[in-house]
């Protein structure tokens, strides 16, 4: 190993020091990942894909590193990571939501879980509502949230439009779609596509 003076790269220079950062933290990036894998986030993507995220993540953590700020390797390199990570999932997703409405799902959920742990059934949207203390300015936001919900988006990961359709396999779902720029699909149609 070529060990060089201290620089931004933890001292090393070079390949070697990119595979030792990658030998020596590899189990950071895993705990990181398996934590959201933990969690329920990111369904639809593989733990082999959060972890190649990560590993990207953990190299341009040593890259930017700069051991003269006082901070360890190692709390510099899981925030880089984990803020990677959580973009990954979000750019995954089919519909991208605001930070508001990631934060409103959750406790959309919490209130779910409380109210089906207690009564023993699935709470309606108005029970959801009046259940929530939720700001006027967010009502319209909890109520497409609410839709969503309904309609299963929340349930069903996003599929690829190259996914074979039927059992030839000759057909793809992209195959089966058209789109014309001047075409809409009202929202009666989508709801009763979702029912």
Not at 14 to 41: F, K, N, P, Q
Not at 77 to 92: C, E, G, H, M
Request: charged residues 25%; negative net charge; hydrophobic residues 35%.
């Amino acid at each position: 190993m070529n060990k060089t003076k201290q620089t931004g790269n933890c001292g090393f220079s070079g390949s070697d020091a990119r595979e030792e950062v990658l030998r020596t933290h590899g189990g950071l990036v895993r705990t990181v990942a398996g934590r959201y894998r933990a969690r329920g986030a990111g369904v639809g993507l593989e733990m082999e894909d959060l972890m190649q995220e990560g590993t990207l993540a953990l190299l341009c953590a040593h890259d930017g590193f700069d051991s003269s700020r006082g901070f360890k390797f190692s709390t510099y390199a899981t925030s880089i990571i984990d803020r990677t990570i959580r973009k990954a999932i979000r750019d995954y997703e089919f519909l991208r939501l605001p930070q508001q409405a990631h934060s409103l799902l959750r406790q959309i959920e919490a209130f779910v879980s409380r109210f089906f742990a207690k009564h023993g059934e699935e709470p309606t949207d108005e029970q959801i509502e009046e259940g929530l203390s939720v700001a006027d300015s967010e009502r319209a936001l909890l109520r497409i949230l609410l839709d969503l919900r309904r309609w299963g988006y929340f349930e069903t990961p996003p599929c690829s439009l190259d996914a074979p359709v039927g059992e030839s396999g000759d057909i793809t779902i992209g195959d089966l779609l058209t789109y014309s720029p001047d075409s809409t699909l009202p929202m009666s149609q989508i709801r009763d596509w979702a029912a």
